[in-house]
T-cell receptor, first 117, second 113 residues
Framework: EAGVVQSPRYKIIEKKQPVAFWCNPI?????LYWYRQNLGQGPELLIR????????DSQLPKDRFSAERLKGVDSTLKIQPAELGDSAVYLC???????????????FGPGTRLTVL | AQSVTQPDIHITVSEGASLELRCNYS??????LFWYVQSPGQGLQLLLK??????LVQGIKGFEAEFKRSQSSFNLRKPSVHWSDAAEYFC???????????FGKGTMLLVSP
């Protein structure tokens, strides 16, 4: 079974340019996450989707970041315009959440490394 | 709010020696605790997790971790380190009811010959 797929793996852009990242979660997983990992830091959640609905986007800088998950499957994360401080690895993860109080394992993609010049 | 502290930024261990990576967490209820490993250019791979029950949990690649509630710790151990274990290790905490993880800043493990 394929894991979480992300593209591109690497992206170099100049500041003020737009950029978009794509994520294809594991088939059947209803929950999708976007994390940002700055150099020397752990991943930090940007947004979490349950199916098509963004249920936690409190850490998403909404002035320049946007995300969508059409049809509850693939997702795209966009930055417009990019700033120097946006250089980081953007990780996508997915899980199958069945509700209740249990925890559901997240599976991570390889990430997209963004460099803003 | 939950938080995770990994006090060691870098650790160097000789191949064949034992390893212990420290993790302390802050959370008001019983946490869900995890250790992930990240090799260069790779995503995060789950090594092991603690939800409840036996406080000593076994994971993949010969790793184990012990949950100590009194110390708010979840340290990762391995009795004999291999060169291929060189990577960055992240401790994370999750809350019951939803799956969002809070990660520590990571510990980079270097393995010397």
């Amino acid at each position: 079974e394929a894991g979480v797929v992300q593209s591109p793996r690497y992206k170099i852009i100049e500041k003020k340019q737009p950029v978009a990242f794509w994520c294809n979660p594991i088939s059947g997983h209803n929950t999708l996450y976007w994390y940002r990992q700055n150099l020397g830091q752990g991943p930090e959640l940007l947004i979490r989707y349950e199916n098509e609905e963004a249920v936690d986007d409190s850490q998403l800088p909404k002035d320049r970041f946007s995300a969508e998950r059409l049809k509850g499957v693939d997702s795209t994360l966009k930055i417009q315009p990019a700033e120097l401080g946006d250089s980081a690895v953007y990780l996508c993860a997915s899980s199958l959440d069945l509700g209740g109080s249990s925890y559901n394992e997240q599976f991570f993609g390889p990430g997209t490394r963004l460099t803003v010049l | 709010a939950q938080s995770v502290t990994q006090p060691d930024i870098h650790i160097t261990v000789s191949e064949g020696a034992s390893l212990e990576l420290r993790c302390n967490y802050s959370y008001g209820a019983t946490p869900y605790l995890f250790w992930y490993v990240q090799s260069p250019g790779q995503g995060l791979q789950l090594l092991l997790k603690y939800f409840s029950g036996d406080t000593l949990v076994q994971g993949i690649k010969g790793f184990e971790a012990e949950f100590k509630r009194s110390q708010s710790s979840f340290n990762l151990r391995k009795p004999s380190v291999h060169w291929s274990d060189a990577a960055e290790y992240f401790c994370a905490v999750g809350a019951a009811g939803y799956s969002t993880l809070t990660f520590g800043k990571g510990t980079m493990l270097l393995v010397s010959p």
